[in-house]
Every structure is written in C-alpha cells, then in structure tokens.
C-alpha cells in the first residue's frame, strides 16, 4: 500500500524540522543512560532492576499521559504543553544531579524527564507529518524515524570522553543546554507565526470530528501498537545492555563499548534515511517491514556464535541495518492506515503506547531472563524469538490493511 497524501500540499520545512528537533531531544533523554550505565553501577552500585528501570520508567510516564495529551493538544493546541514539558525534562535532570546515590530519588528523576519527553514524541511525528506536502512525506517519515538513532549518537558522543574520565553528570547537563535551546527556539517561532501550534481555532478539530476512525482502522492501529510493543522491547533491551554485556562477558572498557555501540546505530541511522527514498519509489510498507523484522530477528541468533570480529562485526551491521528500516516503516504506519491529514497526535499517541511499553518490558525482561539463567545468550535467543513473532504480526497487519482498502 502506498503512502497516502497529507492536508497540506506546501511543505512547510521550519514545521517539520522543528518537530523532528522536538524527536531528537526527547531520544537524547532516553538514551543518555545506557552509555554511562558502567559508570553509575560502578559508581553508586544500583541492582540491576532498578538500573533497568532508569530506562523502562521512561515508559511508565509515556503511558500514562500520551493518549490524553495527543487529544488535549488536538483541542487546545501543543504551545502550553511544550512549555510544560521543558521544564519538567530540566527539573527532572537537576534532580538527578542532586541525588544520584539515592536508586529511587534517581527513578523519580527518570519519571519527571520521561513526562516532559512523551509530550514532545507525540508531537513530533505529528508536526512533521501535518506540515509535510505530498511528494515529500516518504522522506520526512524517514527523518522521523532518525530521532532515535540522532539521539543515540549524541549521547553517546558527549558520553565518551565522560565516560573515559570516570563521569557521567556531563550528559546529565548538555541535555539542559539542549531543552533551553528548544524551548528559545519554540518561543521564536511562535512568535513570527512559522508553526501553526493549535489552539486558536476549532476548524481543525471539527474537521478531525467529520472523519471519525472507523472500526476497523480502530483494530489496525491497535495492532500496530502491539507491534510496536514487541520490536521495541526488543529494541531497548539491545541498547540498554549492550554496554554492560560488552563490559561484563567480552572484557570491554566502559568507553570501548560506548564506541562499538556506536556502530549499529550508525548503521540504522543511514538505513532509515534510505527507507525514505525506498518507501517514495512506491515499494509497500509492509512487505518491507516484515523483511526487517525477519533480517533482525536472525542477528539476534548470531549473538551466540559471535566470537569473532567478523561474525560480531556482521551481527551489528545486520541488526543495525533491520534496527534503520524498521521504524520507517512504524512511523509510516498511521499515515498509511487513516491518511497523511488524519494521523494527527490521538493516531500517534496510540501507536505511541505501544512504543512506551516496549521501553518499559525491555530492559527489564532481559534482566529477568539474565537473572533466571545466567547467561547473556538466553536473553539473545528470547529476543529472537520475540523478534520473529513482530515478523508474523507485520504480516497480520498487511492483511488488515487490505481489509481497509
């Protein structure tokens, strides 16, 4: 099924690039903590849950506000909830300076930031996608699906000379610069009028009203939640415990993981790019999500013969590569389902907690298995399995989509 066309037929590029900013900075967020995670193990001893929970609490506060706040924003506009959302993420960060030897005050900071950051995931894919013309929504789908890995890439950037020292309150700190940086930029543009934030006017509401979500739209976007909930389980619990792993059983330092965790996201970061271009060649969403998944689901199972350099090397790559077109491919999902103009921030927050309960399970079913079992390589085989039932969900999805058509 081909990308559909969206309400506007300008693509208004300050609209879109901000949302995309909007997707980085809330990635930077969530993925600060993986690769200073040695560092505060080492440093304050935390147990493994409640350090597998520095990430899954991002999920807790995505569930519970996503929804409400995707339908709030909708009627009243994202200006007084962005605004919100900044000065929770620089509260939230000040509080974990403050108290980082306390595990549980350190949980509550994670809460505060990840309240901030799920206001700005629901309204970046829905910046992005209303302020997108037609020709160009494949390739802005693609930047989309970058926030994760540009996230990824920062914090790892500003971790690895903090990480070599020891350190890891420098993350904590550029992730304020970055919010006070946004948040003046937000101010900007409002100001000059460059992005339509909402709220000044109930035509585009009662337009929304006219084309209610039919039932079964209802049960594919449904089920693409749930399939966003299984990959990204899998997802978080790869780049949660990559750096331990990498540390613990293959005898890493702490900054020679942060720089081998680098390579897979790289590697999804140009994929995802090259979706884009793959999805605007007119090649079907989902056949092509059901190859990665299938491509990922198979890396996983090299873990346990990944000894070596190359067959390590081949298994990021390929990992990395299914990790790039894969989210293309869920980002696109409620554009395909309901249509460019009518997957606003209530389509995205619903997708949306699917993603949050992925970050939530992930890093902590791998504990869980790891502590059953003791050994990393159970956690690999359980993530592929898992991985490869996303396979057959995205099949079960593309059937679906027929039934919409």
Not at 20 to 46: E, H, M, N, T
Not at 344 to 371: C, E, M, N, S
Request: proline residues 5%; positive net charge.
């Amino acid at each position: 099924m081909s990308l559909p066309g969206t309400q506007t037929t300008v693509t208004n590029w300050t609209g879109v690039s901000y949302g995309i900013v909007l997707g980085f900075v809330a990635a930077y967020f969530q993925f600060k903590v993986p690769p200073v995670l040695p560092v505060l193990l080492d440093d304050y001893s935390y147990d493994k849950f409640v350090a597998g929970g520095f990430m899954s609490i991002f999920a807790v506060a995505g569930m519970a506000i996503s929804v409400r706040v995707g339908q709030a924003i909708r009627r009243h506009g994202a200006a007084r909830y962005l605004t919100g959302a900044f000065s929770l993420m620089i509260i939230g960060s000040l509080l974990g300076l403050a108290v980082p030897e306390s595990g549980a005050l350190m949980l509550v900071s994670r809460t505060i930031e990840g309240l901030g950051a799920a206001v700005l995931a629901v309204c970046m894919p829905a910046f992005a996608n209303m302020n997108a013309g037609p020709r160009h929504l494949p390739i802005i789908i693609a930047m989309q699906a970058t926030w994760i890995p540009v996230g990824q890439v920062s914090a790892n950037l500003i971790a690895l000379p903090a990480v070599a020292a020891g350190q890891w309150q420098p993350v904590w700190w550029a992730g304020i610069a970055a919010t006070i940086a946004v948040a003046v930029w937000t101010l900007a543009i409002a100001r000059r009028g460059h992005v339509d934030f909402g709220g000044r006017s109930t035509a585009q509401s009662k337009s929304n009203d006219a084309s209610p979500v039919t039932k079964p739209e209802r049960t594919a976007l449904l089920c693409a939640a749930m399939l966003f909930f299984l990959w990204q389980a899998q997802f978080m619990a790869y780049f949660t415990w990559l750096p331990v792993y990498l540390v613990d059983v293959r005898g890493f330092t702490a900054d020679g993981a942060v720089l081998i965790n680098q390579i897979p996201v790289v590697v999804l970061l140009v994929f995802a790019v090259v979706t884009g271009f793959v999805l605007r060649a007119g090649v079907g969403v989902v056949p092509l999500l059901v190859t990665a998944l299938s491509l990922q689901a198979l890396s996983w199972l090299l873990v346990p013969v990944a000894d070596s350099v190359t067959i390590g090397t081949i298994s990021l790559v390929a990992w990395g590569i299914a990790a790039g077109i894969t989210p293309t491919c869920l980002w696109a999902l409620p554009s395909v389902l309901l249509g460019g103009h009518r997957a606003d921030t209530h389509a995205f927050a619903v997708v949306l907690t699917g993603r949050y309960l992925g970050i939530l399970a992930g890093p902590l079913i791998a504990v869980a298995i790891f502590r059953l079992t003791g050994d990393w390589l159970a956690v690999a085989y359980t993530f592929g399995v898992i991985t490869a039932f996303c396979a057959a969900a995205a099949f079960y999805l593309g059937l679906l989509v027929k039934r919409i058509d």
